[in-house]
């Protein structure tokens, strides 16, 4: 494992992204696919370990941030495109789906 990642983290790829997310995170949805991926790649005992997300990067880079900012995310507005992906994404990973661009901005 890199000096710079302790245990207790994943790197999640997909395209030309990656970032490190925090297992107790992803295993706050223990039900969820991505869970059950992150378990299976611990298992492996990789000294790096990773997940490989099937998305582009913009995608991962959402779904990344709905992970680190959980209740408090908010989905981007300007890409409705996206956001529709994204929720669809996470939905089929179990993962909570964020409000619509939408209800955000009438808060």
Do not use: K
């Not at 039900?31 to 378990?39: E, G, K, N, P």
């Not at 507005?77 to 996206?82: A, I, W």
């Not at 179990?94 to 661009?101: F, I, M, R, V």
């Amino acid at each position: 494992m890199e000096a710079d990642q302790a245990p207790g983290w994943i790197t999640v790829r997909a395209d030309r992204y990656e970032a490190v997310v925090s297992v107790a995170r992803v295993m706050e949805y223990p039900s969820s696919y991505l869970a059950t991926l992150v378990q299976l790649e611990l298992a492996q005992g990789s000294p790096d370990p990773a997940v490989r997300l099937d998305c582009n990067a913009d995608e991962a880079r959402e779904i990344v941030a709905v992970l680190r900012q959980g209740t408090r995310y908010e989905p981007p507005t300007h890409n409705m495109r996206l956001v529709r992906s994204l929720r669809h994404t996470l939905d089929f990973m179990g993962l909570p789906t964020p409000p619509s661009p939408a209800a955000v901005s009438m808060r």
